[in-house]
RNA sequence: CGGGACGUAGCGCAGUCCGGUAGCGCACCUGAAUGGGGUUCAGGGGGUCGCGGGUUCAAAUCCCGCCGUCCCGACCA
């Protein structure tokens, strides 16, 4: 661990305190390899949580897993002319195999697509082969200018689910579907809030018919797209012939869709709950819920403590069972680290709840039951130790997600603001702002140049204002739409 | 690729201006005491000073070239 004991405040600098958190808190490394990350078991441990959760959502809305290769042939990606368009610049090229120059070159994938409607051209003949719903958790590569640790890598790690639809409104519900479970996840299992909506053409996925989005605003008020949803309508089908035989007899092609969320959620994660004292993670994500530590001064007292620890984790298991999924406590036996450093390092790994052991403790048969989020202590007896744990589990995840979207509220300005005041915000403190938009690229390109900021999304119904925007916030005509306007990650 | 800063032990840095035996803090190892919010003491290991060339009796230090990292732009999940 680096010598300062306590963090760089994030007031000061945020991306300093970002990087502080992520590399002390074990979550990641620098890898040899400019722009590419090691995910430690620390971080990959909620990773795996992640996809737990999600994998069950998956397939509960009838998904199912399956692989393709890493390489795509160059060719794949020209089929569409947009997709090739928009991620050329960024695309790994592998030249040469077993020591000879390829015949045609192979990418590292940047994104599936191609490589899988290859494949589905081959698998869908018949309406009844539809809808054809797949994903896949798989590394990607794009080559990115300059890069940071979880939020833009080189090569990172995500979940793309593919699907193929007989129609287009069957499409567009899947795509809506799945930004939907996403909005479940990342507020449900993350206490991450997030503005859904449609992104604008200049923010839609190359080769997409409409792009959905997911921004939730981060501690410095910059907004971070945390997940996307595509309806490609027939593009992509008509690149790789993916046809089918209606039930009329006739031949048509798929209307298909794509999405995908990445370890990116884990960069989203620490920017949303850290703070001065390090991570903080929502419990259901936590790979450990709980740590107990034990204070002893004599050796037969740390006995006695390592002995009553174990039967607590014991008691504690058996009390989950009663419960879904098993409470994961970690005993932290080691000795020669004194309880006081135990405890800031448990804190800067953000373990959700620590239990305090010591023998004033147990001679009153109690322990000392303390709340990462809070850091607020109190005594709790041994003997329903197990629903305290729970209630405080439950408890710090709701509590999270209330303290998180009421940060998002306090920062999200939704009464008309004129173009110099936005400016100014947006030159400061920044945040999120709902003002109308005339529907011009050249009105979202000129307050990008202006300001930064970006549309974020134009918001779904629920996250619009009740008073709509009547002028475009760049150039004052009527307003086609409402828009989310930040500066985003 | 443009503008700026930096490269010395695992991490963070001093030393460079003004050339003369490679330093400090943390981490690590050993031992003892300590233990309810980052323990203390003692001892110890660890370095082609980013790489290459030049100047010099002598280079971490001066000169030239290259490489790399970070920050600010262009690119982006």
Not at 412 to 422: L, N
Request: glycine share 8%; aromatic share 8%; hydrophobic share 40%.
């Amino acid at each position: 661990m680096a010598d300062e004991k306590k963090l760089t405040t994030r007031a000061e600098d945020f991306s300093a305190w970002y990087n502080e958190v992520v590399l002390r808190a074990e979550l990641a490394d620098y890898s040899p390899v400019r722009g590419c990350m090691v995910i430690r078991p620390n971080g990959y441990g909620i990773w795996e949580r992640m996809q737990r959760a999600l994998d069950d959502m998956f397939k509960a809305t009838g998904h199912q897993n399956a692989y393709f290769p890493l390489f795509i042939p160059e060719s794949f990606l020209q089929k569409e002319k947009d997709h090739v368009e928009g991620f050329a610049p960024q695309l790994a090229v592998v030249t040469h195999g077993g020591g000879k120059k390829l015949d045609e070159p192979l990418i590292v994938r940047p994104t599936s697509e191609t490589i899988i409607y290859s494949m589905f051209a081959k698998w869908i003949q018949s309406h009844r082969d539809l809808p054809m719903l797949v994903n896949q958790w798989c590394n990607v590569v794009r080559w990115e200018m300059r890069t940071r640790l979880f939020l833009r890598t080189l090569e990172f790690l995500w979940q793309e689910g593919h699907t193929a639809h007989a129609t287009h409104d069957e499409a567009e519900e899947e795509a809506r579907q799945m930004l939907g479970i996403y909005r479940d996840f990342q507020e449900g299992w993350m206490a991450m809030p997030v503005v859904t909506g449609l992104k604008t053409d200049s923010e839609k996925f190359a080769g997409a018919l409409r792009t959905y989005g997911l921004e939730a605003m981060m501690q410095d008020n910059k907004a971070l797209q945390a997940g996307t949803s595509h309806n490609l309508g027939q593009n992509f089908a008509k690149a790789f012939d993916v046809k089918f035989q209606s039930e009329s007899g006739a031949s048509e092609y798929v209307w298909s869709t794509s999405w995908g969320v990445s370890t990116r959620m884990i960069g989203g994660l620490v920017m949303t709950h850290g703070d001065d004292n390090g991570m903080r993670i929502p419990p259901l994500l936590a790979p450990i819920e709980l740590v107990i530590v034990p204070i002893y001064k004599t050796e037969e007292e740390r006995s006695q403590m390592l002995e009553a620890g174990k039967r607590l984790v014991t008691s504690l298991h058996e009390w989950e069972r009663r419960r879904p999924g098993q409470l994961r406590v970690h005993l932290d036996a080691r000795d020669g680290v004194k309880p006081g450093a135990k405890y800031y390092e448990w804190e800067l790994k953000g373990i959700p709840l620590r239990l305090e052991l010591g023998p004033r403790d147990l001679a009153k048969n109690q322990c000392v039951l303390v709340r990462r989020d809070s850091r607020e202590k109190k005594p709790a007896s041994l003997d329903t130790i197990g629903e305290d744990v729970s209630e405080a589990l439950i408890r710090m995840q709701e509590d999270m997600l209330i303290e998180a979207r009421e940060r998002r509220e306090a920062n999200s300005v939704r009464e008309p603001i004129s173009y110099d005041k936005f400016r100014q915000l947006m030159d400061g403190k920044g945040g999120f702002v709902y003002a109308g938009w005339c529907g011009s690229a050249e009105c979202e390109t000129a307050v990008k140049e202006d300001t930064k900021a970006t549309i974020r999304v134009l918001p779904d119904e629920e996250f619009r204002s009740a008073d709509a925007p009547t002028h475009c916030l760049k150039c004052g005509k009527t307003a086609s739409a409402e828009a989310l306007w930040a500066k985003a990650y």
